[in-house]
C-alpha cells in the first residue's frame, strides 16, 4: 500500500492581551486572553512508512499525553507510522508552543482518521495536560488556562502590530500557577477591574483601549514575573508613538504594541533602539484577523 502523510497545524501566541483572576463557582482561576500570531508548530505522520518511528512523538510528552486521551476518546487504534514535528515557536519562552504541539497533533489526528474534534472535546484532551492558551479557536477568547474553559468569544476581528524582544529565560507556565494565584488574590481588585475593561474594549474593537489594558496587564506582572527591561520600553513608550506595551505573562517577551502598521523609518528607529540596549528585536502581526 502507498505511503500516506496527514498534517495538522497550530498557530502560536506572543503572550497575552491581559491575564488576570477569574472567579468560576466560588473558585480563583487564571483568566487569559491571548494574542495570536503567524507562528506555526506543524505535526506531520506518514502511514505505512518503510519503518514506524515515534521517536520524535516519544520526546514530546505532552502530545504523546493527548494522543493517547484522543484515542480514549473516539475508542481508535494508535496508528502506525512515522510522526515528525517542526516549530517556529519557542519552548518556555510564552509563546504557547506546548499548547501548539498539542492541538496541531489532535489536527493530524483528525486528518488520519477523518473525524472533527469539537472544542469541547479540544478543552476535555487538554485538562488533563497542562494549563494552556485558546489557540484552538480562531478568534480571540477569555479563557481559564487551568480549567480549559472558554468564558467569553470575541466573534469580531482584532489586529494589531507588535516589536518585540525575547530576554531568553524559560519559565515552567505549569510551576507558575500557585505564584500567580497568590498574587492575583493579593490584588484581585485591580485585577479584575482591568479585565472587564479589557473585555468591554475587545467586545468594541476600541483599540486604544484594549492597547492601555494590554500595557496595565503587562505592568501589574512585573509584581510577580519582571521583565529587566521593562522599564526602559515604558520610558521610550512615547519616544516611538507605541500604542500600548504586551509581556508573556509567564515567559520571556515584551515589546511594544501599535494599531497601525509601524514605517519602515520607524522600524529602523525601533531596531536601532534595541541594538542599543543589548536586543535584537522582531516585527509580527497579531491578532484575530490574518
Known amino acids: 500500500m502507498k505511503s500516506q502523510t496527514y498534517t495538522g497545524m497550530c498557530r502560536g501566541t506572543l503572550g497575552e492581551l491581559v491575564q488576570g483572576p477569574y472567579l468560576d463557582s466560588g473558585k480563583l482561576n487564571i483568566a487569559i486572553v491571548s494574542l495570536p500570531i503567524e507562528r506555526y508548530t506543524w505535526v506531520h505522520f506518514t502511514r505505512n512508512a518503510d519503518k514506524a518511528d515515534d521517536s ?39 509563546m ?91 490584588n484581585i481588585s485591580v485585577y479584575s477591574k482591568n479585565m472587564e475593561q479589557a473585555v468591554d474594549a475587545i467586545s468594541n474593537a476600541d483599540y486604544q483601549r484594549i492597547c492601555d489594558c494590554a500595557t496595565a496587564s503587562a505592568e501589574l506582572s512585573q509584581i510577580v514575573f519582571p521583565k529587566k527591561n521593562f522599564k526602559k520600553l515604558k520610558e521610550n513608550k512615547e519616544r516611538f508613538g507605541s500604542d500600548g506595551m504586551i509581556v508573556a505573562h509567564t515567559g520571556s517577551m515584551l515589546g511594544f504594541l501599535f494599531i497601525k502598521k509601524p514605517s519602515i523609518m520607524l522600524m529602523t528607529d525601533l531596531s536601532n533602539f534595541f541594538f542599543e540596549i543589548g536586543c535584537a528585536c522582531k516585527f509580527i502581526k497579531a491578532g484575530s484577523s490574518y
Open 96 to 186: 504557547a508552543s506546548s499548547t501548539a504541539d498539542i492541538i496541531a497533533t489532535i489536527r493530524c489526528l483528525d486528518a488520519i482518521f477523518e473525524k472533527s474534534t469539537s472544542v469541547n472535546q479540544i478543552c476535555e484532551i487538554l485538562r488533563d495536560i497542562e494549563r494552556s492558551d485558546s489557540v484552538f479557536l480562531d478568534s480571540l477568547a477569555l479563557y481559564l488556562s487551568g480549567e480549559q474553559k472558554v468564558v467569553h468569544q470575541f466573534l469580531n476581528s482584532i489586529t494589531l502590530y507588535a516589536c518585540y524582544i525575547d530576554e531568553g529565560e524559560m519559565v515552567d507556565t505549569d510551576k507558575s500557577a500557585k505564584k500567580l494565584l497568590d498574587h492575583y488574590g493579593r
Open 56 to 94: 520524535e512523538l516519544c520526546a514530546k510528552s505532552k502530545s504523546s499525553k493527548a494522543l493517547y486521551n484522543y484515542l480514549k476518546v473516539y475508542g481508535l487504534p494508535e496508528p502506525r507510522g512515522c510522526w515528525r514535528f517542526r516549530s517556529e515557536l519557542e519552548c518556555g519562552r510564552g
